[in-house]
């Protein structure tokens, strides 16, 4: 096998309480990248369609995660990357992640496998860093392994596969103003009450309970943010609208999407998540800024081969 | 039935990364309390044995929840309540939680059971206040619902029951020294690193999960406390060696007791468990401190009545 066609997926990360360390990966949404192995040496970008990003492979997410793939195995042929990019960069849900797992997932199946998810993950981050100029594997994991993930640490990768409740569906709208995740980051301060700490880490407690237990009623009372959310939130125009409508129309929870501007609801069967969709529908159309909304259900396989 | 005599186990709070929200129970320790049902109305403390503390009711931790449960339920009746102390004040194994749990407890049974556990947290809550100045119920939850808890709220109060790996033993050494939770609360500062605080909570997030597929490595990796023990282990002689000397000896992992100076270990086995507390003898033997050690299994059950 010389050449191959992957679907990366897009993925919310943080999930409200989570920040850094939680992720799930979504279905409907997603990069499709094309891999060839080719005789010639190095790592080539051939190909952008969607979105126009710079084809030298030291200058793209997905050319330097393949970089510090192809310098770690070193093997003996090269490849060629095409990309076409699905997941507008800067909505907030995992678009660099997906062209950074993207790349080195294709690699290592044209290669017969000799990397497992962790592995692929560590060379991931490097593409990820260039995007948010920070190493954070929040939506690289979910991207990776599917389905829910804890990240525990990134150095080394440690990535813990949560399970997935079988009628959880998400909502997401995506409002059409940018929000680079570096700027998202900068507005977050050094340093956080103790107090407000403590609710964070009881709600991941419990998010990751629920989770294992398919108990909706604990997983919305956990998707609550008392750290992040307050800070980012000002980036996205009418997010509080949003929140309380969502919420109203029968959503377990609903957070900023990543670093945003993407906004995630979470809901128990899919029709809850299609009232859910048509609430944030609603109260978007009544301003100027383009918009548009998904409902999707968890992807608990994550990248794979088309 | 007219008495009823209770055990109310001693509980070791935090468990390293869940400061104010985790706990989880011992087996081998516990307070005893006998509890009369009485025709004169109101509640009376008629003997304390063990340590000496206050007999008048609103002074003292059993009697401020008794008090408090009283008032609310308002019954028929009054309570006399004899107590038994096994577990020394501030010695870090949820003291004054047993008192504020078993008075509640006890009668709660004599009253055939009108309130949940839930319920009698809440009540147990206004004893343990007295103790620490702060309403918290990482002790009272584990001494009232067994096993480990994580605290998820407490107003109002919102306990989730976490799963107990089977082969899971608790290791205790007591350095009998006291520390005030009161005081070692005051060591803590307001607010914390962001970086720190998010590895506090995938620590926290890992341990739910450990608990819930027994798996013992990433439990053991999940006990690491990056921001209360740096604090509060100076408040205990010799912290660091008995972590060391205990992770030497086979320890998942170690930490401060609620706020110490107990210092609980985890272990993978009853054998193992014995192999720390030889290890932590050793280390104490050597200094002028007198002490006593304890294996435990995780108690399941909680507070019963004998």
Request: hydrophobic share 40%; net charge neutral; glycine share 8%.
């Amino acid at each position: 096998m010389d050449s191959i066609k992957i679907f990366s997926p897009a993925t919310v990360a943080n999930v409200s309480c989570g920040f850094d360390v939680l992720g799930f990966c979504l279905d409907s949404v997603g990069d499709e990248m094309v891999i060839h192995k080719t005789s010639e040496k190095g790592i080539k970008i051939t190909k952008i369609e969607g979105y126009d990003l710079p084809y030298e492979a030291k200058k793209n997410v997905a050319g330097v995660s393949a970089l510090a793939m192809y310098e770690a195995l070193q093997p003996d042929c090269g490849f060629e990357i095409e990309i076409y990019k699905k997941i507008k960069p800067g909505s907030g849900i995992g678009s660099s992640s997906a062209s950074a797992a993207g790349s080195v997932y294709g690699m290592n199946e044209l290669l017969g496998r000799p990397l497992n998810k962790t592995e692929l993950t560590k060379h991931a981050l490097k593409g990820e860093a260039l995007a948010s100029q920070s190493e954070h594997a929040d939506n690289l994991a979910p991207a990776i392994f599917g389905g829910f993930t804890l990240v525990r640490s990134i150095n080394p990768v440690d990535v813990i596969e949560l399970p997935t409740p079988k009628d959880l569906f998400a909502t997401l709208i995506h409002p059409q103003i940018e929000i680079k995740t570096s700027e998202a980051r900068a507005l977050l301060p050094n340093s956080v009450e103790l107090k407000k700490a403590i609710a964070q880490w009881s709600n991941v407690g419990s998010l990751v309970h629920a989770l294992h237990t398919s108990n909706y009623d604990i997983l919305g009372k956990s998707l609550n943010d008392v750290i992040v959310e307050p800070y980012r939130k000002l980036l996205i125009p009418h997010f509080d609208t949003i929140k309380k409508t969502t919420l109203d129309s029968g959503a377990l929870g609903c957070g900023i999407s990543g670093s945003g501007p993407s906004i995630f609801a979470l809901s128990k069967g899919k029709e809850d998540a299609e009232k859910v969709e048509k609430a944030m529908k609603k109260v978007y159309s009544k301003t100027e800024i383009p918009f548009y909304t998904f409902v999707s259900k968890i992807n608990t396989e994550g990248i794979k081969v088309l």
